[in-house]
């Protein structure tokens, strides 16, 4: 008997505040509905810094849910510091503080982008997978 990967399914991260890329401050800018029980896959990113992006000029990408009563749970994060600016490179997350969604227990999951120093604009693409 064959055995089959089991495909992802993206889950729709829509526009979220009316910020739109390339970000110049901090924000929510994506949000999408977790409206049936999955599993987190990959948190797929292409991110480019403008101008300046280093070790203490960087952004940080963080994924969270947050429950029908309102606890938020960071699921995890990736930073751009050790890219170069300037270029569009893809960051990833593939592991989260959370294994399995439950629609009951989680009403969406949202991107927040954080400013460390003074990076230049981030522009971002996001993809989030679940099985």
Sequence with gaps: MATRERPLTPAALVPHEGV????????NPYITPIWRDC???????GVSVLTTNNGSNYWTITLSTISP???IVAQGSVTTAALGP???LPLGLTTFATARWLASAISLAYLTIAKTGAPGALGLAPALYVL
């Design 39 to 45: 599993t987190p896959a990959r948190l797929a990113l």
């Design 86 to 88: 300037n270029l569009w």
């Design 20 to 27: 739109i890329s390339p970000y110049t401050t901090n924000a």
């Design 69 to 71: 009563a309102g606890a």
